[in-house]
């Protein structure tokens, strides 16, 4: 069973940046899309970024373009989101996830597909 597990986030101030990491095991990822979602409460799960796992091909939102960017290092299984110039509204519990299809914007519509780490939450004070 693919394995997701979250770190990095915490509070910071508007403006300021921080960097999660995602964790990935339990079966070679080749073919599968990466990829980062957001929720708030009282809100559907939000796309952020994704990564193909064997190109490194990277989309982001357009609400986080120029301010989040997606990596990864297939050698030590990870996936990360550098977060900059973080604002309130990006306050949301931060999930990583894989699914074994190309990238598509169809594809990473569905806010449930997949496998999902347990998430990690990010806080930004005004």
């Known amino acids: 069973q693919v394995q997701l597990v979250e770190s990095g986030g915490g509070l910071v101030q508007a403006g300021g940046s921080l960097r999660l990491s995602c964790a990935a095991s339990?079966?070679?990822?080749?073919?599968?899309?990466m990829g980062w979602f957001r929720q708030s409460p009282g809100k559907e799960r939000e796309f952020v970024a994704a990564?193909?796992?064997?190109?490194?091909?990277?989309y982001h939102a357009d609400s986080v373009k120029g301010r989040f960017t997606i990596s990864k290092d297939n050698a030590k299984n990870m996936v990360y989101l550098q977060m900059n110039s973080l604002k309130p509204e990006d306050t949301a519990v931060y999930y990583c996830?894989?699914?074994?299809?190309?990238?598509?914007?169809?594809?990473?519509?569905?806010?449930?597909?997949?496998?999902w780490g347990q998430g990690t939450q990010v806080t930004v004070s005004s």
């Open positions: 996830n894989a699914r074994a299809v190309p990238f598509t914007l169809a594809a990473m519509a569905n806010p449930l597909g997949g496998s």
């Open positions: 339990g079966r070679t990822f080749s073919g599968y899309t």
């Open positions: 990564i193909t796992w064997s190109a490194g091909r990277t």
